[in-house]
């Protein structure tokens, strides 16, 4: 088996969803350029390069919508 650090991937998880609540506000709100900053620098990597996890994907379909979007560390 694989050991798994909870508190680390608990806090992704939570990152992921924070990015998931703001890109839909912005969305709702009509936003059309967003620089979006997470300090996950994991996060961010499982974003770009992890098409794979429900979650990731989720976020990725934010990311694709008709704007500019960009995901930076700050």
Same mark, same amino acid.
């Given at each position: 088996?694989?050991?798994?650090? =909870?508190?680390?991937?608990?806090? =992704?998880?939570? @990152?992921? #969803?924070? =990015? %998931? ?5 912005? #969305?709702? &709100?009509?936003? &059309?350029? %967003? ?5 996950? &620098?994991?996060? =961010?990597?499982? %974003? &770009? @390069? ?5 979650? %990731? !994907?989720?976020?990725?379909? !934010?990311?694709? !919508?008709? #704007?500019?979007? !960009?995901?930076?560390?700050?």
């Amino acid at each position: 088996f694989r050991s798994v650090n =909870i508190e680390t991937a608990s806090h =992704i998880v939570a @990152e992921l #969803w924070s =990015i %998931i609540h703001g890109l839909d506000l912005a #969305w709702e &709100k009509g936003a &059309k350029k %967003i620089l979006e900053e997470s300090d996950s &620098k994991v996060g =961010i990597h499982l %974003i &770009k @390069e992890s098409p794979h996890y429900n979650l %990731i !994907r989720m976020v990725q379909d !934010r990311l694709y !919508r008709d #704007w500019e979007c !960009r995901l930076v560390l700050p």
